[in-house]
């Protein structure tokens, strides 16, 4: 049986100056609270992308995660696919994704999903 699962969280966002957020993910659907995030990113005409990662204890107020594997945020100025990975989220309710473009709004586009392992599929 396959316990991996995958949750869309944003479905081919247009990127703009502001922030563009994710849904949120609830963490107690996964085993440990661990999840990874996938993104592909196409950069159209923006000079850059800037992706941040944010954690609410009470399922309202997001903070900016601090995850020792990943930073807190990053910047990307090609367009590319990729995982980031947040083995354990104790403590917290919700994770969610947030996106904030620079430059020219053109053909800028991005699509984040959610995976994780089923609670207790890995015992």
Do not use: C
Request: aromatic share 12%.
């Amino acid at each position: 049986m396959d316990y991996t699962k995958k949750q869309a969280a944003r479905a081919a966002a247009i990127l703009t100056n502001g922030d563009v957020v994710a849904d949120a993910f609830p963490t107690e659907k996964s085993d440990n609270g661990a999840v990874a995030v996938q993104l592909n990113f196409t950069l159209g005409s923006l000079t850059n992308v800037i992706i941040k990662f944010y954690g609410s204890a009470d399922g309202t107020n997001y903070y900016a995660v601090n995850e020792p594997y990943v930073g807190i945020s990053e910047t990307l100025t090609a367009s590319t696919n990729k995982f980031y990975t947040f083995p354990a989220l104790p403590g917290l309710k919700r994770f969610r994704v947030s996106l904030t473009g620079t430059g020219t709004l053109t053909n800028s586009t991005a699509t984040v999903s959610y995976h994780y392992f089923q609670r207790g599929s890995q015992r």
